[in-house]
């Protein structure tokens, strides 16, 4: 059986495979959904726009992927931030609280988002690499249930940058930075695109199902593992004025 309700801030296609009818009748829209989307979507677009003034200096080339500097580290150390952040917000809206034994959520609480987002499964494009376009899955570590190298290593030159500087590399800011785009499309789909992006703007490459927006440093390829009982099924129109429309996720 489909569920009847959306999970808080979790992204989840319908029966037929798509994500909304229309930008009218999403409930990614909703306020009570996530009241934050804007400002989190501002705040990666602030990043894409200064990895492509990193992009300026450094070449994105398989050459050029070991390559670091302090601009690496500074948008190394942001783009992790950001992703805690919108990590920490899909716990949080779905009723997980910080473990009695810490004061803060660490990697091993955000792990547990991969059961219910799928965020391992999510493919990106980014054609400005050469000599070919890259694809890569900045989460797919979880998938196998290890930690993800990117973000050990930014922890690793975060903690010691004298020792461990070579650690903020082109390729792991990229990852970083993908990684971000990663976890607010799992959250609010094509709207992750522009935070006041309007229907109809996207384009889909029908050979390989990659989403773009024109103006995109990413393209983004979706899970397509989900099973018909993990899906929605409701009518957000309708569903939105009940009482409790949306449900928590049973982290």
């Known amino acids: ?33 996530a009241s934050d989307r804007i400002q989190l979507i501002c ?9 492509r003034k990193i992009f300026s200096f450094i070449e994105p080339t398989d050459s050029n992927k070991t390559a670091y500097s302090h601009r690496n580290y500074e948008l190394l150390l942001r783009a992790c931030t950001e992703f805690e952040t919108n990590c920490q917000a899909v716990l949080f809206a779905n009723g997980c609280t910080v473990p009695v034994s810490g004061r803060y959520f660490t990697i091993r609480d955000y792990h547990k988002l991969n059961r219910a987002m799928r965020l391992s499964e999510y493919l ?13 899955a900045p989460l797919d570590e979880w998938g196998s249930g290890t930690s993800l190298s990117w973000y050990t290593d930014y922890n690793t030159v975060k903690h010691d940058r004298n020792k461990n500087f070579p650690q903020a590399s082109l390729e792991n800011v990229v990852k970083a930075v993908a990684g971000v785009f990663v976890i607010l499309y799992a959250q609010f789909n094509f709207l992750t695109f522009n935070a006041q992006h309007k229907w109809g703007m996207l384009g889909k490459d029908d050979e390989t199902d990659f989403e773009y927006d024109s103006g995109s440093l990413f393209a983004i390829k979706a899970p ?3 099973l018909p009982d993990e899906r929605y099924d409701f009518d957000w129109k309708t569903l939105k004025m009940s009482a409790d429309p949306i449900a928590q996720y049973p982290f």
């Open 1 to 33: 059986m489909s569920l009847v309700k959306p999970y808080f801030r979790i992204i989840r296609p319908r029966l037929d495979g798509s994500y909304a009818q229309n930008v009218n009748n999403f409930y990614a829209t909703d306020v009570e959904y």
């Open 43 to 51: 705040a990666f677009d602030l990043l894409v726009e200064d990895l």
């Open 124 to 136: 990106i494009m980014l054609n400005l690499w050469s000599p070919v376009p890259r694809i890569f």
């Open 224 to 226: 397509i593992s989900w």
